[in-house]
C-alpha cells in the first residue's frame, strides 16, 4: 500500500498532474520508492476513485491538457493514519549477501569484478546524494518540513556510506584469501593438478614410470 501514499504525500506537496509526478519521482520519491508512469496513472485512478483526491478544474480547458490533481480531507485523513500506524522492518534480502555465502562453497570466480562494479555504483550515488544534500539542504535551512526531509535524504548517504566501505573491505579481504582455487578445481574433478607446465615431462627416469623389458618399470632382475 506504500505507493498510493507516496502520491498522497507528492500530492499534499504540490498539486501535479501524472506527467509531473512521474518526473518528480525521478528526481526525489523515487530514489527510496521507485514506480513507473503507467503504475503512477493506475494509482491516480484508484484514489480518485475511492474519494481521496480530485482532478483540478483548468481555468481555461484545452485539448490534450494534463489533468492535475489535489488531496481531498479524506486523502489527507488516510495519509496521516498510515503515517502513524505501527510497521514492522523489513527483513533483509540481498542476492549478493547470498552470493558472497555461496562462494565459500562453490569458489569465488568472478565475483571480485562484480564486487568492484558494485563498488563504482554505489560511490556514483553517494555522490549524487551528496550533490542533492549541498543543492536543497544549505546552511540555515532548518524548518521543521525542511529538517525531515533532510533526515530522509541523510539515510540514503549513510545507507550508501555503508555499503561502499563495506565493499571496500570486502575486495580487501578477497586479496587476501589463500589461493585455494587449484584445491577446489582438484576436488570437483577428482584428481591432482599437476603442478608443473601443461607440457612438462619428468626428467628421472625412476619418476617416469617407464616399463623396463621385464616389465617390471624397476629394472629388477
Given at each position: 500500500?506504500?505507493?498510493?501514499?507516496?502520491?498522497?504525500?507528492?500530492?499534499?506537496?504540490?498539486?501535479?498532474?501524472?506527467?509531473?509526478?512521474?518526473?518528480?519521482?525521478?528526481?526525489?520519491?523515487g530514489y527510496f520508492w521507485s514506480a513507473t508512469h503507467q503504475q503512477i496513472y493506475r494509482e491516480l485512478g484508484k484514489l480518485e476513485a475511492e474519494g481521496l483526491i480530485r482532478a483540478l478544474s483548468a481555468e481555461q480547458p484545452a485539448r490534450g491538457q494534463k489533468k492535475s490533481y489535489e488531496v481531498l480531507p479524506a486523502g489527507r485523513t488516510e495519509l496521516a493514519r498510515w503515517a502513524s500506524a505501527s510497521q514492522d522492518p523489513k527483513p533483509l534480502r540481498d542476492a549478493l549477501l547470498l552470493r558472497l555465502r555461496a562462494a565459500a562453497v562453490v569458489g569465488t570466480e568472478g565475483l571480485e569484478a562484480d564486487f568492484r562494479r558494485h563498488l563504482e555504483l554505489h560511490e556514483r550515488q553517494l555522490a549524487e546524494y551528496k550533490d542533492i544534500e549541498q543543492r536543497d539542504f544549505p546552511p540555515g535551512r532548518d524548518g521543521r518540513e525542511d529538517r525531515l526531509r533532510h533526515l530522509v535524504l541523510r539515510a540514503g548517504i549513510d545507507l550508501e556510506t555503508f555499503w561502499t566501505r563495506w565493499l571496500e573491505h570486502a575486495l580487501t579481504e578477497f586479496a587476501e584469501l589463500p589461493d585455494t582455487e587449484r584445491a577446489e578445481r582438484s576436488e570437483r574433478t577428482g584428481r591432482a593438478e599437476p603442478t608443473g607446465s601443461p607440457g612438462s615431462v619428468p626428467t628421472d627416469p625412476s619418476d617416469s614410470?617407464?616399463?623396463?623389458?621385464?616389465?617390471?618399470?624397476?629394472?629388477?632382475?
Open positions: 500500500m506504500s505507493l498510493p501514499h507516496a502520491i498522497l504525500t507528492a500530492l499534499l506537496e504540490k498539486p501535479s498532474s501524472g506527467l509531473e509526478l512521474t518526473r518528480r519521482f525521478d528526481k526525489s520519491i614410470g617407464r616399463a623396463e623389458p621385464d616389465g617390471s618399470g624397476s629394472g629388477g632382475k
